[in-house]
Nanobody, 115 residues
Framework: QVQLVESGGGLVQAGGSLRLSCAAS????????MGWYRQAPGKQRELVAI???????NYADSVKGRFTISRDNARNTVYLQMNSLKPEDTSVYYC?????????WGQGTQVTVSS
């Protein structure tokens, strides 16, 4: 059973940076697609960034040039480096792992950006 644990959220001023981490259990991490999603109050969960098992990345237009997704397969960990944060980036951020039709989610970590 896959378990995902996010960390690194917090309160930051606009223009600041945070790095989120997501540690995964199990032996399928290196062959999984990993993604970060976010959900603000009253809104649907949306894709922020995805990093496939073979290194292809995709970003939401709203974060391109500011956020970077990366992974360390030796540590079973995926990261989201968030720079130039804006108040509209305030959300709960969730880690997702995709493997052969299975989709796993972490519990989420709150990111709050003050203006």
């Amino acid at each position: 059973q896959v378990q995902l644990v996010e960390s690194g959220g917090g309160l930051v001023q606009a223009g600041g940076s945070l790095r989120l981490s997501c540690a995964a259990s199990g032996s399928i991490f290196s062959v999984s697609h990993m993604g970060w999603y976010r959900q603000a109050p009253g809104k649907q969960r949306e894709l922020v960034a995805i990093l496939t098992s073979n290194g292809i990345t995709n970003y939401a237009d709203s974060v391109k040039g500011r956020f970077t997704i990366s992974r360390d397969n030796a540590r079973n960990t995926v990261y989201l480096q968030m720079n130039s944060l804006k108040p509209e980036d305030t959300s709960v951020y969730y880690c997702n792992q995709l493997y052969r039709g299975g989709s796993y989610w972490g519990q989420g970590t709150q990111v709050t950006v003050s203006s």
